[in-house]
């Protein structure tokens, strides 16, 4: 059976093999999958066939300053502005501070909190001090219901955590347990809240881990690299998909700048 893509011309579902779209005559070229949703970043969607997958979760990794948040927040601000009500946990800056460098970058992110489309829970105040010590099933539900409250409240479809690694509220040392625990999260964020998920992950300078805990990368249904990479005197900001479930990606390295008030934008590939 073949999929369903939808204009984004005239709105018209149809199925995938139409070379126009029979109501207004747009080529394939400017349909979607209906399946999936927009990056925010249309270099990007070109890639991955049109942008994530509709209700499965995303990694995306990188050291200190590759850009994770503005990716993060590109992703739900684009969201935002079509229609997709959005939620963003934060934990590396309080909600203010957040709101008042987003301003300073050209975003504005106190219009959709005010209009009822944008949530920002800080991680610290609603989910670690409650949790701490307690077993898994019930961090794990209670992550869940905080989380659930807001979508409904909203009717959020996406959702980013910047970082997810707080998200672990133990001081337990075995790797087995954390691996469960943050299986278990993403399952039920998944399953019981039905956002298009990102989490991001911070890599150390010089590793080549993806994530602190060795699991995020395997539950996630794609990731997502952002580096920094030295040329002579000059760095250079690339980006690298190096995992995308039922995508037919390239493994291209792929080079872009930050700008003021649009995020990431994609220039080339590395040389």
């Known amino acids: 059976?073949?999929?369903?893509?939808?204009?984004?011309?005239?709105?018209?579902?149809?199925?995938?093999?139409?070379?126009?779209?029979?109501?207004?005559?747009?080529?394939?070229?400017?349909?979607?999958?209906?399946?999936?949703?927009?990056?925010?970043?249309?270099?990007?969607?070109?890639?991955?066939e049109g942008g994530f997958e509709k209700g499965k979760t995303y990694l995306v990794a990188g050291e200190t300053g590759s850009g994770k948040?503005?990716?993060?927040?590109?992703?739900?601000?684009?969201?935002?502005?079509?229609?997709?009500?959005?939620?963003?946990?934060?934990?590396?800056?309080?909600?203010?501070?957040?709101?008042?460098?987003?301003?300073?970058?050209?975003?504005?992110?106190?219009?959709?909190?005010?209009?009822g489309k944008l949530i920002i829970l800080p991680v610290r105040q609603y989910f670690t001090q409650k949790m701490w010590g307690k077993d898994m099933d019930t961090v794990v539900t209670n992550i869940v219901n905080e989380l659930s409250k807001a979508a409904k409240a909203i009717g959020a479809r996406r959702l980013a955590i910047d970082p997810v690694a707080p998200l672990v509220t133990t001081s337990t040392s075995e790797i087995a347990w954390v691996r469960e625990y943050i299986r278990s999260l993403i399952f039920n964020i998944e399953d019981?809240?039905?956002?298009?998920?990102?989490?991001?992950?911070?890599?150390?300078?010089?590793?080549?881990?993806?994530?602190?805990y060795g699991v995020e990368e395997f539950l996630a249904s794609g990731i997502i690299v952002l580096g920094l990479v030295r040329e002579g005197g000059k760095i250079t900001r690339t980006l690298f998909i190096r995992k995308m479930r039922w995508t037919a990606v390239d493994p291209t390295i792929y080079t872009f700048v930050i700008q003021r008030g649009k995020g990431i934008n994609i220039t080339g590939v590395l040389s």
């Open 192 to 212: 019981k809240i039905g956002t298009t998920t990102l989490i991001t992950s911070e890599i150390p300078t010089g590793d080549d881990s993806l994530s602190r």
């Open 69 to 115: 948040t503005i990716f993060s927040l590109q992703y739900l601000l684009h969201g935002i502005k079509n229609g997709d009500p959005s939620i963003y946990v934060t934990i590396d800056e309080r909600p203010e501070v957040l709101v008042r460098d987003a301003r300073r970058f050209g975003w504005d992110l106190v219009t959709p909190q005010q209009e």
């Open 1 to 48: 059976m073949s999929s369903l893509v939808i204009c984004e011309v005239c709105g018209n579902e149809l199925p995938s093999y139409y070379k126009f779209c029979p109501n207004c005559g747009t080529p394939l070229g400017a349909v979607r999958d209906s399946r999936r949703i927009s990056t925010g970043n249309p270099d990007l969607d070109h890639v991955l």
